[in-house]
């Protein structure tokens, strides 16, 4: 059978700052590809800068079909950025992954959460406050890991991997904010052991 796979979230799904072919959700379909899966290009629903209540709205205009076998969620980096209350994260995110579920076709299984990486270890945040990004960004994925439990959904940790950048300058992109393709892999070598298993089920 040929999979299809819908990939929803913001500028760390849509791949700002790097090339189509280097996004995340291409880098795992190609893998799984390589691996003997038939997969379609993954359908994206992201745009850089969105929130929780944005991508909502652009889920509710492009009304997603419910057939897909696989989903990715990855959202919440905008809301944090931005200030806005974490309550509303909490409400939204769950509001999300219910959706993507349905998206799933209302399998939990067939849906995966990536956390959202530590932006507060690039050049960009180096006149901000990356303890304070930190920690609120640490609040935001303990809320997302205790949801996804809820609803047992797979939450793949790529946070501690990402504060690496802090030392490893490859792992940024050029406009010194977003990840490189490199690390986009490295978030897909996290996450691939786990969807391998979805599809095999």
């Not at 946070?159 to 792992?171: C, D, N, Q, V, W």
């Amino acid at each position: 059978m040929t999979y299809k796979y819908l990939a929803l979230g913001d500028s760390y799904t849509i791949g700002e700052a790097v090339a189509p072919d280097e996004r995340w959700p291409h880098i795992l379909q190609g893998r799984l590809v390589g691996e003997g899966f038939k997969v379609e290009l993954p359908k994206i629903i992201a745009t850089t800068g969105w929130t929780t209540d944005e991508l909502q709205a652009a889920i509710d205009k492009e009304k997603p079909s419910s057939d897909y076998d696989l989903v990715s969620l990855l959202i919440g980096v905008n809301n944090q950025y931005r200030g806005y209350p974490i309550d509303q994260y909490k409400k939204e995110f769950e509001s999300l992954l219910q959706q993507a579920i349905v998206f799933a076709k209302g399998k939990s299984e067939r849906a995966f959460v990536l956390s959202i990486p530590d932006y507060g270890v690039t050049p960009f945040a180096a006149s901000k406050d990356p303890a304070k990004i930190a920690k609120e960004l640490n609040e935001y994925n303990a809320i997302a890991k205790r949801i996804c439990e809820q609803y047992q959904v797979a939450f793949v940790d790529i946070t501690p991997g990402s504060r690496r950048a802090a030392k490893e300058p490859a792992l940024v992109a050029e406009d010194g904010l977003h990840p490189s393709g490199k690390m986009y892999k490295e978030w897909v070598d996290a996450a691939y052991p786990i969807v391998k298993t979805m599809l095999a089920d």
